[in-house]
């Protein structure tokens, strides 16, 4: 659809407002899981911050966040049976005279196995179920790309805004059971894109 933001942005208004937000618990197999942020391990910094996946009190498995920021470590745990999906952001802070800066690289784990690693991605974020399958942006050598099914859609960015907080966070994508919205920019241009089954 074509038109200006307000004539877009009013088609499927009233399912955006309904918005997922990200959840830190699931079942699988009938068991509870949930995902926490716990302090480092060997307890020398309390900036070195870890994020376990836990079923009934038990740690089964655990990866470094990194540095603590105002951008959330935990962004989702999933459950598609037989696997259990989490999305985390590694942050990585630095300083420059007064200024301090950060990276934040959103990493995704299928039953504890780095997706980003097994599938040669610089970054995965967005992760969420569309229509109860994988849907998810990554990033290869500066451009961002799209997956469903992890298979790629025909849909390449230099960027997608995400992980951005206070007033900035309007730019992250957004989604719901069947639908995902975010802000792309190819060149000088932003485009708006919806993806999902209205």
Same mark, same amino acid.
């Given at each position: 659809?074509?038109?200006?933001?307000?004539?877009?942005?009013?088609?499927?208004?009233? @399912? *955006?407002?309904?918005?997922?937000?990200? /959840?830190?618990?699931?079942?699988?197999?009938?068991?509870?899981?949930?995902?926490?942020? !716990?302090?480092?391990?060997?307890?020398?910094?309390?900036?070195? +911050?870890?994020?376990?996946?836990?079923?009934? &009190?038990?740690?089964? %498995?655990?990866?470094?966040?990194?540095?603590?920021?105002?951008?959330?470590?935990?962004? #989702?745990?999933?459950?598609?049976?037989?696997?259990?999906?989490?999305?985390? @952001?590694? !942050? @990585?802070?630095?300083?420059?005279? &007064? @200024?301090?800066?950060?990276?934040?690289?959103?990493?995704?784990? *299928?039953?504890?196995?780095?997706?980003?690693?097994?599938?040669?991605?610089?970054?995965? %974020?967005?992760?969420?179920?569309?229509?109860? *399958?994988?849907?998810?942006?990554? /990033?290869?050598?500066?451009?961002?790309?799209?997956? %469903?099914?992890?298979?790629?859609?025909? +849909?390449?960015?230099?960027?997608?805004?995400?992980?951005?907080?206070?007033? #900035?966070?309007?730019?992250?994508?957004?989604?719901?059971?069947?639908?995902?919205?975010?802000?792309? *920019?190819?060149?000088?241009?932003?485009?708006?894109?919806?993806?999902?089954?209205?």
């Amino acid at each position: 659809m074509h038109g200006t933001q307000d004539e877009v942005l009013a088609r499927h208004s009233d @399912t *955006r407002q309904k918005a997922d937000r990200k /959840t830190t618990r699931a079942f699988l197999d009938g068991k509870p899981y949930s995902a926490v942020l !716990v302090d480092s391990e060997t307890g020398d910094s309390s900036s070195d +911050l870890i994020v376990q996946v836990r079923s009934e &009190n038990e740690v089964v %498995f655990s990866a470094p966040a990194g540095d603590a920021s105002p951008v959330d470590p935990i962004r #989702g745990l999933w459950v598609l049976e037989p696997h259990w999906y989490l999305e985390i @952001t590694r !942050v @990585t802070t630095w300083n420059d005279g &007064n @200024t301090v800066h950060n990276e934040a690289v959103g990493q995704v784990f *299928r039953d504890g196995e780095l997706l980003n690693e097994r599938l040669g991605y610089g970054g995965i %974020f967005g992760f969420q179920l569309l229509d109860g *399958r994988p849907f998810y942006f990554y /990033t290869v050598e500066g451009q961002v790309y799209l997956a %469903f099914e992890h298979q790629d859609l025909p +849909l390449v960015y230099d960027e997608i805004p995400h992980y951005l907080c206070c007033s #900035g966070a309007e730019m992250n994508p957004a989604g719901g059971p069947n639908w995902v919205s975010f802000f792309g *920019r190819r060149g000088d241009t932003w485009y708006y894109t919806e993806i999902g089954s209205y």
